[in-house]
């Protein structure tokens, strides 16, 4: 599984991007990109981009979490009304692009960022303190984590 992936990072590098050859998806995607996949990528960018990868992990189990619960996919997830103010507000020239590409497409395979936790919920930390009712709440960088239940 993971020499799928190092494949996957490798093409995306390598391809040129398609522009309006490939109907619905955005100009500038990498090419074998769907729409959903891009959208889960810029939205783990747009909320956590500026906290390297443990950040985009931790939204990505959030993501995950949702999903399990929910019983949807990521691109459900993170598109439903208010749930994540950075939908589709990162950028595909940053940095990490392809580590949120590579998450966006291992959480359509039901992979769980980081198994001992149960993140459902996380806000950033410097505009809202803890909720009271929060469980295991973890704080990283910018971000509290927490969930509802255990």
Not at 14 to 41: C, I, K, M, R, S
Not at 71 to 98: C, D
Not at 103 to 114: K, N, Q, S, V
């Amino acid at each position: 599984m993971k020499f799928k992936y190092l494949i996957l990072t490798l093409t995306l590098a390598t391809t040129p991007l398609l522009g309006d050859v490939t109907p619905n998806v955005p100009e500038g995607t990498p090419y074998n990109v769907t729409y959903e996949q891009d959208a889960v990528a810029l939205t783990l960018l747009g909320e956590a981009g500026g906290e390297g990868q443990i950040g985009v992990r931790l939204v990505a189990d959030v993501i995950h979490e949702r999903m399990k619960r929910r019983k949807m996919t990521p691109f459900e997830v993170v598109s439903q009304p208010n749930q994540f103010a950075g939908f589709m507000e990162g950028e595909r020239t940053h940095e990490l692009y392809v580590f949120c590409l590579m998450m966006a497409i291992r959480l359509e395979e039901g992979y769980d960022p980081f198994p001992k936790f149960s993140f459902d919920q996380f806000r950033a930390f410097k505009h809202s303190p803890i909720p009271s009712w929060a469980v295991d709440a973890k704080i990283y960088k910018n971000h509290v984590f927490f969930s509802e239940t255990k």
